[in-house]
């Protein structure tokens, strides 16, 4: 098993700097979700997050740098744009995709004339960047295809057998993955609504478009595929659909934004927060994912929640967990 090491132990930091310098993987928290880190700059490293997490080649990885005087390093082309986006939310759950430099390697951006980075907002993440001084590529730290961890335990039960070190920062704060910005081009994309939500990038640059779900396949080659899906099958009603009653045989576990009042006969319930705030409830999510895939249910009904503030990227995830994102399309047949 991994050991698990407390974060804010600076020798667990030199630790896990010494493991990322020589080659080798090391989970470690963010405030959106746990990472997967490997030194960004050392293919066969790079290649090991790969092989672990199951992900196929073609979807890229995002760079984890401790400061954001690092980008012009890894990337070109930083315009006024990317400037202001760095100033206003980094530290932070936004990942930028602009033109990358050679020193990346084709392996982390997937052959991709284009390199995702982020400075992220956690405190053991930046003191584990500053100390092993090179850019650190992670992916979410869970097998592919599945619900993303929010505790070190949740990467102990995940990837604990294949890895040496995890550093626990306690549970995420955000909840969910970061919003991916591409500025590549003229219009600004968001290619995966997360963490900062799109009004507020908007308030800094305009104007912002939401990818389509055919733009974001084409130019965010990971958002191809159905993710963020526990094993038991999830329903995720219709806006305003009423919360349907279950049969006396079946075990049916229910995910609400809020409590409600009169449901009867599910087996489990989770509620994601108590006033439906949406900024708790997405810290919340992936937790709650997790509890009940493991309540041995035949199936979850889940609520939507509103597409404002953090709410689109709940839902970008549940419709994604729920499997009604192309999953028919998917081209490469994978069983989630
Ligand atoms: O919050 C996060 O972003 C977490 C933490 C660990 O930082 N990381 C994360 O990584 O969610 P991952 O690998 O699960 O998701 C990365 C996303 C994928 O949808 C991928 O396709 C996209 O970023 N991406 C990476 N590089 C890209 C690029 N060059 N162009 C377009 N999309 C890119
Ligand atoms: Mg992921």
Known sequence: MAQLLTGTDPQAIFTAAALLRAG????????????????????????????????PHFDPLIVHIADKDAVALYATDIDERAAALMERFWPGPLTLV?????????????????????????PVALALLRAVQVPVAAPSANPFGYVSPTTALHVQEL??????????????????ESTVCA??????IILRPGGVPI????????PVTLASPTQADARSPGTLLSHYAPH????????????????????????????????????ATEVLSQDGN??????????????????????????????????????DRLRRAAGNTRRAGNPLGFVL
């Open 24 to 55: 080798d993987v090391v989970a470690f928290p963010t405030e959106t979700v746990y990472g997967l880190g490997a030194n960004a700059l050392d293919e066969r490293a790079v290649a090991q997050v790969f092989a672990i997490k199951n992900r």
């Open 98 to 122: 602009l033109r990358k430099r050679p020193n990346i390697s084709d392996l982390v951006t997937a052959g991709l004339d284009t390199v995702a980075i982020r400075v992220p907002a956690h």
């Open 159 to 176: 990837l604990g057998t294949a890895i040496p070190l995890i550093l626990d920062g306690g549970p995420c704060t955000v909840g969910v």
């Open 183 to 188: 500025l590549t081009e003229r219009q600004a």
């Open 199 to 206: 009004e507020a990038i908007e308030a800094v640059i305009s």
């Open 232 to 267: 038991v099958k999830l329903r995720l009603l219709a806006p305003g659909e009423p919360i349907p009653h279950v049969g006396e045989n079946e075990r049916v576990g229910l995910l609400l934004l809020q409590p409600r009042p009169n449901v009867i006969g599910y087996a």
């Open 278 to 315: 949406l900024t708790e409830a997405a810290a919340n999510l992936f937790a709650a994912l997790r509890r009940l895939d493991a309540a041995g249910l035949d199936a979850v009904i889940v609520e939507p929640v509103p597409e404002h503030g953090l709410g689109r990227a709940i839902m």
